[in-house]
């Protein structure tokens, strides 16, 4: 069965540090997420991406992060100047998007570490 | 302001009986409502989806019911086993956008 996948599953690095974080959504799926969790918190949205452009952000989505599509496989979410705050579960999410496929698929996360 | 509320007090619950966890929102007007589960350090996986126009929906011994009025989703799973045993997390899509919104889970335990 398909699966979104992440690389790195860990990542740690110092602040003010960039970091790219990556993820392969499933192959035919249109739509594609980001999201983060802090540790013992809900997860929350951060930014949806459809035909090559940014659809919907939230107001966590500010200018140090930026999403790209490279290729026709990856998905990236890069964060400019990383702060302690970043620290989380970063988890990339697919949907399919024709017809009535609402539903998303998570990747496995990358969690991130800022020290 | 916009809220979601899951019971953060931990489900334990004896083998093969049902657990019953309580999805509460307000100041949404959601298009569909959506169940996950998570297990710890994992992503969230796709459970269930229903719409603002059904009532029930049911996959296998899992079942999810949805009213508006009352604003509040509620989501069943018989018979359940210690495999059962995760968090899972209440997503509300509203209209005219389509990110999750999620509230931050009920934990369930399956005691055998």
């Known amino acids: 069965e398909p699966e979104v996948t992440q690389t790195p599953s860990h990542q740690v690095t110092q602040m003010g540090q960039e970091v790219i974080l990556r993820c392969v959504p499933i192959s035919n799926h249109l739509y594609f997420y980001w999201y983060r969790q802090i540790l013992g918190q809900k997860v929350e949205f951060l930014v949806s991406f459809y035909n090559n452009e940014i659809s919907e952000k939230s107001e966590i989505f500010d200018d140090q992060f930026s999403v790209e599509r490279p290729d026709g496989s990856n998905f990236t979410l890069k964060i400019r100047s990383t702060k302690l705050e970043d620290s989380a579960m970063y988890f990339c999410?697919?949907?399919?998007?024709?017809?009535?496929?609402?539903?998303?698929?998570f990747g496995p996360g990358t969690r991130l570490t800022v020290t | 302001s916009q809220k979601i509320e899951q019971n953060s007090e931990a489900l334990n619950i004896q083998e093969g009986k049902t657990a019953t966890l309580t999805c509460n929102y307000t100041?949404?007007?959601?298009?569909?409502l959506q169940w996950y589960r998570q297990d710890p350090g994992r992503g969230p996986v796709f459970l269930l989806l229903i719409r603002e126009n059904e009532k029930e929906k049911r996959k296998e011994r899992l079942k999810v019911t949805f009213d508006t009025t009352l604003k509040q989703s509620l989501f069943h799973i018989t018979a359940s086993q210690p495999a059962d045993s995760a968090t899972y997390l209440c997503?509300?899509?509203?209209?005219?956008?389509?990110?999750?919104?999620f509230g931050k889970g009920n934990q369930v335990v399956v005691i055998p």
């Open positions: 999410a697919s949907r399919k998007g024709q017809g009535t496929s609402y539903e998303q698929y």
């Open positions: 100041n949404y007007s959601p298009a569909y």
């Open positions: 997503a509300l899509t509203a209209y005219g956008n389509n990110r999750l919104a």
